[in-house]
């Protein structure tokens, strides 16, 4: 069965709003074992969208639409779309009583523009919202299967989960199941070469790179008649990519470096600390994103000035003034000191030049200094990456993670 999404809205094709609906949906129809082809945005123009639904009808089993539902003016898609399968639009009442219901419960005054959202197509399945007021609805037509969902992420995710793929469900006998190997420490290109032959010859499972920012990961995705099945598929497969690419694999089916990290310290009871200077506070940032966090993170110091590296976390001023701050010697004692102040198992000190100036012949852009810090002693890694601020904060962060990883196994 072959799937296509439509979003619906101007502010997507004017770059205002990012389309991060269709990436939920496909996720969840690759789950369910439909084939997406296509991702369509048409603005709010009904003529336009009259058009885009008319190709989707000659090239999918299953259109699936985002936004265009809300009360305003603009909001057409379901006139539009109804118009197109030739369906009335009726007023459905529990649904207009939802909505009424909905503006009580919040305290606000309902005007009269919000029944609109109550017209459905005759004969549809209606699917609740229950995160906002605009109902989806879904009816099958000219053998095509329709979908209409809302456009704020928040109730097109809640719906499209609760109420469209339980919908969908018995649309096809067969199931997409992924496993995602997550890798850092080696490019997209470098994984692929030594993993050319599998991806190559492999047809179910299938397996795929991705660059992903700072690192890369491996999806490796069968077909069978259910999710069991296909796990079990995947299992040697996933097996023999870590067996390959070593210890560069720090998880498989994890979110992020800074997830897996989280849990682990967590799991042994250990304690972290950090002290940044280059990264501004960024990787304690991303440990911080991470709910239950406060279990192994103590705190941090983003020491970004030398007078406060020196009167916070107590380094030697001629140190920092012999060495210069940008030094594996100040990484370090940024490391060994905060870990001393917050009194943890492990800490981190990173310092360096993320640009885009600032640099020397002998100290270029990019360069950076991640120092961890644990009783066995002190490691301190040396990178260049570039001028890019970004990526030299956003890769600077990342190692030390990758650090802290492999570091925690030894404690």
Known sequence: MNAEIIAVGTEILL?????????????????????VYYHTVVGDNPDRLKSVIELAKS?????????????????????????????????DDESLRTIHGYFEKTGRRMTQNNEKQAMLPEGCTILKNDWGTAPGCAFEAEGKRVIMLPGP???????????????????TGEIIFSRNVRVFGMGESAVEDKLSSMIKNMQNPTVAPYAKENECFLRVTAKAENAQKAREMTDPVV??????????????????????????LTERGLTLSTAESCTGGLLSKRITDIPGSSACFRGGVCAYSNEIKADVLGIDKKLIEEKDAVSPEVASEMASSVRRLFRTDIGIGITGIAGPGGGS???????VYIAIDTKSGTEVRRQIWGNA?????????????DMIRRHIKEL
Not at 18 to 25: F, K, P, V, Y
Not at 239 to 245: A, F, K, Q, V
Not at 389 to 401: E, F, H, I, P, T
């Open 153 to 171: 992420p928040r109730e097109c995710t809640g719906m499209f989960r609760t109420y469209a793929m339980p919908y969908l469900m018995d649309m």
């Open 239 to 264: 097996d023999e990519i870590c067996g390959i690419l070593g210890d560069v694999v720090y998880g498989v089916d994890v979110e992020s470096l800074e997830s897996l990290v989280v849990s682990e």
């Open 361 to 367: 012949d002998e100290k270029p852009v990019g360069l």
């Open 389 to 401: 601020r970004d990526r030299v904060r956003g890769m600077a962060a990342s190692n030390a993670l």
């Open 59 to 91: 090239r999918a089993d299953e259109i699936i639409t985002t936004g265009g539902l809300g009360p305003t003016a603009d909001d057409l898609t379901k006139e539009t779309i109804a118009a197109a399968f030739g369906k009335k639009l009726l007023m």
């Open 15 to 35: 770059g205002e709003t990012i389309n991060s609906d269709a990436s939920i949906i496909a996720k969840g129809l690759s789950e369910l074992g439909f084939n």
